[in-house]
């Protein structure tokens, strides 16, 4: 079913999805240095689901028109930590060539990979990030300072592949991973919320790339995998809460949205790994 032939009332149903995914997307990049994709992904795919997209190309065109919609919000929630200046550029400046070295190995996988490489890459990222998120401690260290530069670098790649697969912008894995390094969590928000800009740019332009061979069977306005409406429909929204977000990350203690944010991250790695099974 296309968009021109569904009912009036299910089109104004997965317009407001959208909206309010966008701002939802938009809160949590700013809130929690993520670029949102953790919240677009699942509900693009079941939008697209719902319009009949094709199995074989419908979490591609979920991941690409996520990082395309992850660029302003991204830029929005970074310029709001940078006028706090709580973010650390050395870490960005090293990072930045493998982490673009890595989108673009990831959007040349996605070139070619099966549908359930993406799930699988998403159930596993969102399901160790639900586990620090709801039983992490904040003693729990890998060291009490950021290693050197090779060990960064290679950091940096791995979380260029994995974001790049999973249409996010990076900081859900970034936080992760600086927390575990000491890091003072305002700071890794911060830091993150850089990343998913180094991230999401190269994405999207990978991912055109990656779907032009596949545009007779995307829906109408996309270009490769990137879905014009979706990114017509959530941006706005995001971009608006965005700085939201900024202000309850450095005002409020952060537990009980640790909490909920992990709650959702669970349900989204089970859902998907239903749709792998079934």
Not at 85 to 103: F, H, K, M, N, S
């Amino acid at each position: 079913m296309s968009i021109a032939e569904m009912p009036l009332n299910d089109v104004l149903m997965l317009a407001g999805a959208l909206v309010g995914a966008g701002i939802v997307s938009g809160l949590l990049a700013g809130i929690f240095g993520v670029g949102g994709g953790a919240v677009i992904v699942p509900v693009l795919y079941e939008v697209f689901r719902l319009i009949d997209v094709p199995e074989d190309v419908r979490m591609q065109l979920c991941v690409g028109t996520s990082l395309a919609i992850i660029v302003p919000t991204s830029i929005s929630s970074y310029r709001a930590h940078l006028r706090r200046d709580a973010v650390e550029i050395p870490v960005l400046r090293v990072w930045l060539v493998p982490v673009v070295l890595g989108v673009a190995i990831g959007g040349y996988v996605a070139s070619f990979a099966p549908a359930w490489v993406f799930k699988a890459v998403f159930v596993a990222v969102a399901s160790i990030s639900a586990f620090k998120l709801l039983f992490g401690r904040d003693d729990w260290r890998f060291a009490d300072s950021l290693p050197g530069k090779a060990v960064m670098r290679l950091y940096g790649l791995m979380i260029g592949i994995a974001s790049a697969l999973m249409g996010i912008g990076g900081g859900a894995i970034s936080n992760l991973l600086l927390s575990l390094y000491a890091m003072p969590i305002h700071r890794a928000v911060a830091t993150s919320a850089g990343l998913g800009v180094i991230i999401s740019v190269p994405g999207v332009i990978a991912y055109i790339f990656s779907g032009w061979s596949k545009m007779a069977a995307l829906p109408p306005f996309s270009i490769g995998y990137v879905s014009l409406i979706g990114f017509a429909m959530m941006v706005p929204t995001s971009i608006i809460a965005a700085p939201w977000g900024a202000r309850i990350a450095h005002a409020l203690p952060k537990r009980k949205l640790e909490v909920a944010f992990g709650i959702y991250l669970a349900t989204v790695a089970a859902r998907f790994v239903a749709a792998i099974i079934w």
